[in-house]
């Protein structure tokens, strides 16, 4: 790939004021939803479930596949292909090549340990593996710098923890864990619809700036990627909405920290804030579909 896909900030560029990052409120909001929705999953889940959906060999190598084999590639085709903008097209390929957006987690919190499982896998591996294909479709110049403790640091205290203080309540109070799993769930649901509307309206400011033509090509990676994971979630309907949702999902947040502590302010960090705006309405729509669905098939079972 040429170098059109990746430009560097130039001086007048480094002028321009960087887009705000999360204000407190936010933080909050995205800390009680991820830990809320974790623990809600724990509180479902036994430790022969976890055994259950490890086995699951065949389900987490076409994981694997597809977010770091396939979407990559995909990634370089529309940055190269595309008239986009250098950073359109820089967010592209770092998206691409970042699975395990934790956001997923509202999507797919019914899957329970396999979807607890997929997120992990992707989130964790993304900190390992991702720099290496990035360093594979960025141009050779180009040096990044990965936030490698923070992003365990995020994995550990708002998905592994909670995951676990759930799991450990099932065991030990397994009448109150019962109880308490469909509220928390319910936190979780109204803490993420309540951030989505706070940080509207700097996530909208992001996508009028890329234009028509870079919300195009991010909306194009995010329903290509649905359809990979779709098609290779293996013979189950639920895998399938897991795979898709995961894998369309992009990991922003590792994406924007990358861009972070290489070079704070850099304009690539514009499309990569529009992004996480724009997965979650497909996906959001998707799942909704899905219930209804599955709600059909049962009561016509009955």
Known sequence: MNQTGWVWAS???KEKPMMELLSTKEMVLLAVFFVTSMMSIGMQTRGSDLALAAAARGYFGRTLLANFVILPVVGVAIASLMPLQPPVAGAILLLACTPGGLSAIQFTG????????VLFLLSFLAVFVSPFILKMVLP??????IPVGGALAVLLVFLVL????GMLLLHKLPTVAKKLAKPFLLVGVV??????????SWRKEAAAEIGGGGVGAILILIF????????MGGPTHDQRQILATSTSMRNAALSFGIVQATQPGHPVEVPLVAFSMLMVFPNMVFTIYHAVRAKRKTRNAE
């Open 11 to 13: 001086e007048r560029d």
């Open 110 to 117: 019914k899957g329970g340990p396999m979807a607890a499982g």
């Open 140 to 145: 050779g110049d180009v040096r990044l710098v």
């Open 162 to 165: 909670p995951l676990l203080v």
């Open 191 to 200: 803490s993420f619809v309540a951030w989505m509307v706070i940080s509207g």
């Open 224 to 231: 290509v990627s649905m359809v990979i994971g779709w098609f």
